[in-house]
């Protein structure tokens, strides 16, 4: 009898454990579309129009690998969702549309930008965004719609990097004038209308991307490499130029600060912000220890540290990609990326990059 009640318990706690990894996995597949609006951080150019042709000196090839190297498509990988097609590649159908959408653009800008029209600013994607809400509303009934919205799909939003690339590069002196200081509050205010636009459309779940440390991309940081050693660099460590990364921490902090807020004023919805920078920040100060060899240079570019320019072709990609921190003159590489993916989405190797929660958890709640 004892013997009998032994093989009941142990059977009992196997199916316990199996009822639970089920439950999991029900809970994890409600998120059934991920829709992605953004900058270069989100786009390889495919979803721009008449790229490169309008973006100067950024790189032709502003990706190492193909589209599913860059961030949210390794993170949609982790879902367990298909990698959103990009808006202008999409026919309208509702099959596609409820697989997701990227409308982020290599070049956008949260600021519209009066002097570039074709660059798919925020509150541009925003307006597809609602034309994917309306065919879907048409399609499936409002209620049908709405509730898909509401509880099956993750928005991915991932700007300001190139704001402050414009500002930067259009800076004929090396610090950054008082305006910029109060540029953060405007473009957070900026996301905020947002975020209340996409509340109101029924979206419930949210992932910002914080802004990576500029200042020590390629580009950037020539400013203080150039000031201190006369163009080299301090032994084989990067010196990154603080102005430029104060002001993207600046915009970082009262993001998430406006987050936490949010969090509280909107009823139902989960919205986490994931630290770029500070991941970044610890594989440029321990480069040795995530296996990587250069962190000044770029992989591709042109001119010193290939960082006055993009990447214009395949043949000018260094040796060994997975050795160099920075693709091209501002993007990271896809080794990077997943390093980047893995910590955003369980916290394993750096926690507390996303916060309050991790990605994982945001999923399955």
Known sequence: MRKDKTIFVILHIVNT???????SNKTVNQIKAMYVLGDSSVDCGENTLFFPFLLNNLSLHPCDGPPSAILPHLLAKKIGLPYPIPFYSQNGSTEVLLRGVNLGSTGATIMSNPTNSVLQSLNQQLRQAFEIFQLLQLELGQETATNFIESSTLFYLSFGKDDYIDIFRSKSAKSPGSNETQLSRILVDQMTNAIQYLYGSSVRKFVFMGILPLGCAPR?????????????????????ADEINNLILEYNAFLEN???SLNVELADAQLIFCDVYRMMMEIIKNPNAYGFENVNSACCGIGMDNGMSGCMS???????????????????????????????????????ICRPTTLQKLVSS
């Open 17 to 23: 454990i199996f009822i639970k990894m089920v439950s």
């Open 220 to 240: 950037f940081s020539q400013w203080t490499n150039n000031a201190v050693s006369g163009g080299g660099h301090s032994g084989d460590r990067v010196v990154c």
């Open 258 to 260: 406006r987050i936490i």
């Open 314 to 352: 395949m043949n000018m990609v260094c040796k060994n990609p997975s050795t160099y921190v920075w693709w091209d003159l501002f993007n990271p590489g896809r080794v990077v990326s997943s390093l980047l993916a893995d910590s955003a989405w369980s916290g394993q190797l750096l926690p507390d």
